[in-house]
């Protein structure tokens, strides 16, 4: 039997804790998810860049008034490969019989 694979892009946990922020909403501001997540403005950066090369996020720059506003969201693609993540971790996590020790 395989192991189940889960999206290894996805697993890492600050992208795991994004997509999961994105994917209880239409799009949010950088800053909202700075603030949601902990992360640093660099490390947010870093995630965001590696998700949006691998198609999950959508990232829009421009401006309200004169300030300048990054404007986040899943994209299909995203959303798709969230929820077969989703499943695939509670398959994992069902096939766990809860046997104690070895």
Known sequence: MQPLELDRVIHEPARLQ??????????????FLVRQTGLTWGNM???????????????????????????????PEGRRAFDQYRQRLRDLLSSVTGTEGS
Do not use: F, N, W
């Not at 994004?18 to 799009?27: C, G, S």
């Not at 950066?45 to 996020?57: F, Q, R, T």
């Open 45 to 75: 950066s870093s995630h965001l860049s590696k998700l949006e090369a691998a198609g999950y996020v959508a990232i829009e720059k421009g401006y309200a008034g004169k300030k300048p506003q990054t404007i986040l969201r899943l994209t």
């Open 18 to 31: 994004i997509m999961a922020q994105l994917y209880v909403v239409e799009e949010a501001d950088y800053l």
